[in-house]
Every structure is written in structure tokens, then in C-alpha cells.
């Protein structure tokens, strides 16, 4: 008597659209193996999907066959050769591998004797219409989702702060958690107008009863369907696209645009922070000598220390030392002086934008002060009710804490406003030294402000023949500190000398060119933010 393994296979929907249950593909087996004296050695009953052998029950079927002391099956039996398998290309492969175990696949429905090459041609058919059926299935439901998608339907699980719900007249949508969409307004909100953290603002909101993963939070901001729009994929050729939803939207368009602008400045700011390096200050900016592509720059490990080279990765070998190239580098931005009337204009801006920036110290003063006596009357009330037992000692442990933390950074803000209030005229004063020595400014300032006084003063395009600089300082920087043509720009901000006549320089308003007027302007306010910015920080 030969002996077999039933497999009865189903997936959700052919058992609620075909009826193929388990029971009676069963029962059908059953009959078969009495009718035809095969002795069943175990059932294997399968709720999963046929595109791959990637199923639990099978892949315990198989490890039982690969156990040499195992008792195995002369064949496995199904109904069809769909429950076997949906892949044609999959399926040949677990026949011939259960042939290596000695064992049989056969559809009892669509019976094949894969011992005569010709019936191997109707198990391609059989085979591949089920796979054709799977696959334009696929594409039937990719379709519907699209269109659904296009006409502003949400076809998946909504985000945090909606539900899916089913109306009386059964039409399903999508409506709003308002316990939940009250943390998405607050979170959107916070975002915008805070200076903190992401990250501390997530904690924050977890202390208040946000229930939220640290990456789903992160998707909450960026996604727009808070707003009412929803995103809609690439698909058969139609470029991605967003659309207005039929939902209700939580925030409004205007909201969530001013957080994506905050997070896209804060990322483009972690970017100058983690790619920018200060060893290699002019790492795509340099022209390859050889190849005319950019150079870039990495370091190699030598006995004792990292050595920084500049190299091209265009697949050309140039390569020099980075050390040597800084040096020369630093050798120019010292040639750099300004002229006593130009050193007077940059004073003046200098003045003009610490008044703007910092001018108002004395009532940030008095606001901080104010903030400090509401935190403190907030922990006195807090400690009252703690000791009445109206609140729990960790929630007032929380508020404490909070309070403290607040105070702290308050304090530190006192500090730096009295700071700004009585140096005023030493950092005006070590700005003007600083401005006859730029190179001291490049290694004393941060890396964010060097990368920006770099992309000031220099071309876009640095050339560098292997020995000395081609061109280095872009014409506005070369005016300004008259390595070209001298240049003065008066009190009204307006004209600027660009003639010299035996030596003596004067105003000349016939040839002067308003737009490298406002160029230069433009130059000395953002120099003197520099400058202003590297002297107050180490304060």
C-alpha cells in the first residue's frame, strides 16, 4: 500500500470567493486516498499565499523529509496544482527537489504522469495559468488602488490621529481621533515656533501621554496628509504626485509648509555640520588639474597619524597633500588688507547689524527676568499642591525637574545678554583686527561659519595649476580689499569709488555700477555677521 501526504492549501480570499476551504478540499482527498488504497501519513493544512514556498507548515514539511529517520510519504496529494503552487518557476523546483526525497507531487483533479515527457507540457499550462490568474490579479488591485488614490481615497491604514470607520449606508471612510489629532496640531504648532530639538520636543510629548513611536513621529511631520493631501506613487509612467484628499485635514497647508521649511534648514544645517571638514576647506571647490573635475578629499592612515589629501574622483590619479595646499591657502587670505575708509564702512555695518541682532538686550533682559519669576511661582504652587496631596510626588518630581531645566537655560541666557550689554565696543573693536586678519578668523571660527566665509570670498570654481593659485578670490572680494581696483563705499551706502587718478582716490558717480554696488554691500553685511558671530561665541 503506498502512502501519501495530503496538502490543502487556502488563502483568505479564494475561500470566501471560490470556495476552496480546507474542509472540503479535505474530504475530497479522503475519498480519493480510500477509493484508490493509499495509506494517509499526515495532513498538512496551510492558510498562506501560493507565490512562494516561503510557508510555515510546508517549511515543516520539508525539514521532516531532509530528517534521515524520519518515515516519508511515497507522494503528497492536493486538489489542484494551484494549491501546489501559483510560480511556475518555483513549482519545478520543489518537484525536483521532492524527487530527491524519493516523493511524488500530484494534483488528484488535474492528474499528470510526470514520467512521460509530453504530459510535462500540460503542467506548463496548468502551472502558468496560475500564474498568469496571480499576476493579472495583481495588477487588477495595483490599478484600483491607484485610481482610488487619485481620486483622493486613502487605500491603506490611515496615520496616527484618523480611523477607518463604515457609515450607516455602508460607504467606509475616514474621520479624525480627536485625542490623538489635538498632539498632531500641538506637535505641528511646537515644531514651527520652538528652537529645541526634535528629539527633546518627542520627549516632551511623551510626558504629556503621547503614545508614539521616535520614527512614527518623524513621519507625522513630514506627511502631508495632516493637511489634507494625500500622496499618490509612480505608476505605469505617471510621475508621483499629490493631491487634494477627501479627508478631513488636521492642519492647514500653511502650517505644515513652515515645518518642512524648519526641518529642511535644520537638515541642510546638520549637513554643514557633518560634511563640511575643516582639514579639507576646499574639498569641491578645487578644479583637477588633469581632468578639469572636482576635487575631493579623504585622509589615509599613516604609522604615527591620519594624512589629508585632496585627490580627484573622476578616475584620474592627481592627488596632493592637503597640509600643503591649506598653507598656501592661508598664504593668500593673509595678503588680504582693507583701506582705513573701507575699514570705516565695515564699522559702521558691523555697528548697524549688532544694534539689529543684539540691540535689544536690555529688554530681552527684563523678559527673562519675568519668564524666571513665572517658572518660580509655577514650583511654589506645584510644591503646595504636592503637600496637600492634590497631586502625586512624581508628577510634581516632573514639574520640578522642568522648572529646573528652564531656570538653567534662562540663567544662561541672562548670561549672554550681559555679556552682549558690556562688550559691546570690545567686540566691535576685535571685529576690525579681525577684518585685517581673515586667515585668524578661518581657524578660529566653526565649521559652519567657515564653510560660509569660504563660499564668500572664493570662486565657485578654485584652479589650481600644482604649484600656484589661477584663480582663487572672486571679483568681490577683490575689490573690497583692493587686490583689483580700490573700492570705498560711503555713509549712505550708495557709491563707491572705482577710478584712480595718480594716486588719490575720489567719488566718481559717473562710473559707478549700481550692481556692483549692492554686490559689495552685500558682502561687507555678510562678513561682518561672520566676523560678529565667531568673536561673540567665544564670549
Same mark, same amino acid.
Given at each position: ?17 471560490? =470556495? ?207 493637511? =489634507? ?67 575631493? =578629499? ?204 595718480? =594716486? ?36
Amino acid at each position: 500500500m503506498s502512502t501519501a501526504a495530503l496538502y490543502i492549501r487556502v488563502s483568505t480570499d479564494e475561500q470566501a470567493q471560490k =470556495g476552496y476551504s480546507q474542509k472540503i478540499q479535505y474530504e475530497h482527498l479522503q475519498k480519493f486516498c480510500l477509493s484508490n488504497k493509499i495509506e494517509v501519513l499526515t495532513v498538512i493544512q496551510e492558510d498562506h499565499s501560493a507565490k512562494t514556498f516561503n510557508r510555515p507548515q510546508w517549511s515543516c514539511f520539508i525539514k521532516h523529509l531532509e530528517n534521515k529517520t524520519s518515515i516519508k510519504p511515497d507522494q503528497v496529494l492536493f486538489t489542484k496544482w494551484d494549491r501546489f503552487s501559483r510560480n511556475a518557476a518555483d513549482a519545478y523546483y520543489m518537484i525536483e527537489k521532492l524527487k530527491k526525497f524519493s516523493v511524488q507531487a500530484y494534483a488528484i483533479d488535474q492528474p499528470l504522469d510526470l514520467s512521460i515527457p509530453e504530459n510535462k507540457i500540460m503542467l506548463a499550462i496548468y502551472l502558468s495559468t496560475s500564474e498568469v490568474e496571480n499576476d493579472r490579479r495583481s495588477i487588477n488591485v495595483k490599478q484600483g488602488i491607484h485610481r482610488a488614490k487619485q481620486s483622493g481615497r486613502c487605500t491603506n491604514r490611515p496615520p496616527y490621529g484618523y480611523k477607518n470607520i463604515t457609515l450607516l449606508d455602508g460607504t467606509k471612510t475616514i474621520t479624525t481621533i480627536e485625542s490623538e489629532a489635538k498632539f498632531v496640531r500641538k506637535i505641528f504648532e511646537c515644531v514651527a515656533k520652538s528652537d529645541q530639538s526634535i528629539q527633546s520636543i518627542y520627549r516632551a510629548f511623551l510626558l504629556q501621554g503621547l503614545k508614539c513611536s521616535r520614527n512614527n513621529f518623524w513621519l507625522i511631520l513630514r506627511n502631508p496628509f495632516y493637511c =489634507g493631501f494625500i500622496t499618490v506613487p509612480a505608476h505605469e509612467g505617471d510621475k508621483p504626485q499629490i493631491i487634494k484628499g477627501l479627508h478631513e485635514e488636521i492642519i492647514s497647508e500653511e502650517l505644515f509648509n513652515r515645518v518642512k521649511l524648519v526641518l529642511t534648514e535644520r537638515q541642510r544645517a546638520q549637513y554643514l555640520k557633518v560634511r563640511f571638514n575643516p582639514l579639507l576647506p576646499l574639498r569641491r571647490l578645487l578644479q583637477c588639474p588633469l581632468c578639469g573635475k572636482r576635487l575631493t =578629499g579623504s585622509h589615509s592612515k599613516g604609522k604615527l597619524k591620519h594624512y589629508y589629501y585632496y585627490h580627484c574622483s573622476n578616475g584620474c590619479s592627481y592627488r596632493i597633500r592637503a597640509d600643503y595646499l591649506n598653507g598656501l591657502f592661508s598664504l593668500e587670505i593673509q595678503k588680504m588688507h582693507c583701506s582705513e575708509k573701507l575699514s570705516n564702512q565695515f564699522k559702521t555695518n558691523a555697528e548697524i547689524l549688532y544694534e539689529k541682532k543684539f540691540g535689544r538686550a536690555h529688554i530681552d533682559q527684563k523678559n527673562i527676568f519675568s519668564s524666571i519669576d513665572q517658572i518660580t511661582e509655577r514650583l511654589v504652587r506645584a510644591k503646595t499642591l504636592a503637600v496637600e496631596n492634590k497631586i502625586t510626588s512624581e508628577d510634581f518630581q516632573l514639574i520640578k525637574t522642568d522648572c529646573e531645566r528652564k531656570i538653567n537655560l534662562l540663567g544662561l541666557e541672562i548670561k549672554n545678554s550681559t555679556v552682549i550689554i558690556s562688550k559691546a565696543n570690545d567686540i566691535i573693536t576685535d571685529a576690525m583686527k579681525k577684518l585685517q586678519d581673515l586667515n585668524s578668523v578661518l581657524n578660529s571660527c566653526t565649521p559652519e561659519l567657515m564653510k560660509k566665509l569660504i563660499d564668500l570670498i572664493c570662486e565657485k570654481q578654485v584652479t589650481f595649476d600644482g604649484i600656484k593659485f589661477i584663480s582663487l578670490l572672486n571679483a568681490t572680494t577683490k575689490n573690497v580689499f583692493g587686490l583689483n581696483e580700490f573700492v570705498e563705499i560711503n555713509h549712505n551706502r550708495g557709491l563707491f569709488i572705482k577710478t584712480e587718478i595718480a =594716486g588719490k582716490y575720489f567719488i566718481d558717480q559717473k562710473h559707478s555700477n549700481c550692481d556692483e554696488n549692492q554686490n559689495i554691500q552685500s558682502f561687507l553685511d555678510s562678513l561682518s555677521e561672520i566676523i560678529l558671530q565667531t568673536i561673540i561665541s567665544k564670549y
